[in-house]
């Protein structure tokens, strides 16, 4: 079986710069994710928005930036494994050497001198509606996501969460379908205050303390049943489409067992993006530091370092500069 330099967790933005960062310093790598679609929370959750905070792009579509990213990862050609969720890493010995055995929920086991983990926020899944609904009206009228947000375009749009994306959503939304009822079971929001003065200002039907009863429909979604939590009175309204963005399901104490230390749920790492564990490094939002900040900026500046720290790692003669891109020629 073939041994890799290094085996990168997670196709997010973190993991692809880390994959092309890879190639450049000559490693042979292997990305897995669990989605079968790279790019990680810019494909699997907005897709459609654009992005301002990434250097060189002064606006930029999430799913265009996963692009791009992909497309950067692949030009030294790392080996992908897509819809594959990483279960254990273990340390192994192998033809005499110390070597990190991945496996995977599709029993295939991937050996690796060092292991880049680049989870997000792990394999996470959307909270669901706590509600018994026919499995057609998933994707056709019942949203976890938006990947398309032409399928919203003149809908009565009903968005259930006080988090960024519900409010995101309802900003992007109140241009572009019919009507807009954003339902939040407290009068606090988490997303940003900016974002929450423009919803308010917006056309955006807001009713806080309300929650989802029931839905009815035929085929698909045409009414919502919501409540005031405060005093039951029940209202009925018109729904065409609805979009449910109430947080994730996150479980992450598969990493305790892997021997991780961690810091709430994210992997405690040093300023070589070192975790504990020997020639295992993480970077992006798992990892936890001092100086965190959650951005895929920052998550590009780590992954370069701890590639170029894992580069040492294997071969402790190697130089941790890289030296600089522009000296190449290279024929992409
Ligand atoms: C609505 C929204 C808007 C945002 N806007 C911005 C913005 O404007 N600017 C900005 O800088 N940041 C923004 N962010 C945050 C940014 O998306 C994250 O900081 C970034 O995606 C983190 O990248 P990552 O690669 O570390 O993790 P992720 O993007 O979460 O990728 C992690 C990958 O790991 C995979 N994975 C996890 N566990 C496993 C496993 N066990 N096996 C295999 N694969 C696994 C996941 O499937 C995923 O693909 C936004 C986030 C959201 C939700």
Redesign the pocket.
């Known amino acids: 079986m073939d041994v890799y330099d290094i085996t990168i967790?997670?196709?997010?933005?973190?993991?692809l710069f880390g994959c092309f960062y890879a190639g450049l310093r000559g490693l042979k790598t292997k990305v897995?994710?669990?989605?079968p679609e790279l790019?990680?929370?810019?494909t699997?959750?907005?897709p459609e928005?654009y992005?301002?905070?990434?250097a060189g792009h002064p606006k930029i579509l999430a799913k265009d930036l996963a692009k791009n990213l992909a497309t950067q990862a692949a030009i030294f050609k790392p080996a992908l494994c897509l819809g594959?969720?990483?279960?254990l890493i273990e340390r192994i010995e192998h033809e005499g050497e110390m070597t990190w055995k991945v496996s995977?929920d599709k029993n295939e086991n991937h050996l690796s001198k060092t292991v880049l983990l680049?989870?997000?926020?792990?394999?996470c899944v959307p909270k669901r509606l706590d509600l018994e609904v026919p499995a057609e009206w998933e994707d056709e009228s019942i949203f976890y996501a938006v990947r398309s947000k032409e399928r919203f375009r003149d809908k009565d749009v009903l968005i259930i969460g006080g988090g960024?994306?519900a409010v995101?959503w309802a900003n992007e939304f109140s241009v572009l379908a019919n009507k807009v009822t954003l339902i939040h079971r407290r009068d606090q929001f988490r997303a940003v205050q900016s974002s929450v003065e423009e919803m308010k200002r917006n056309k955006v039907n807001i009713k806080t303390f309300y929650e989802l009863k029931d839905l009815h429909g035929n085929g698909q979604v045409n009414e919502a049943v919501i409540f005031d939590n405060r005093t039951g009175k029940e209202e009925t309204l018109k729904v065409d489409a609805l979009l449910i963005n109430i947080g994730f399901v996150i479980n992450l104490d598969f990493l305790r067992q892997w021997g991780l230390e961690m810091d709430k749920n994210a992997i405690t790492v040093n300023e070589k993006m070192e975790t504990n564990l020997p020639g295992v490094y993480s970077?992006?939002?798992?990892a936890a530091h001092a100086a965190k900040l959650?951005?895929?900026?920052t998550?590009a500046a780590e992954a370069a370092t701890a590639v170029n720290f894992a580069v040492t790692f294997i071969n402790p003669q190697a130089k941790l500069y890289p030296g600089h891109s522009s000296n190449l020629n290279l024929s992409i």
């Open positions: 967790i997670g196709g997010g933005p973190t993991g897995i994710d669990v989605l790019g990680g929370q810019l699997a959750l907005y928005k992005v301002y905070d990434v594959e969720k990483v279960q995977s680049a989870l997000g926020a792990g394999a960024d994306s995101d970077a992006g939002d798992i959650k951005l895929i900026a998550g």
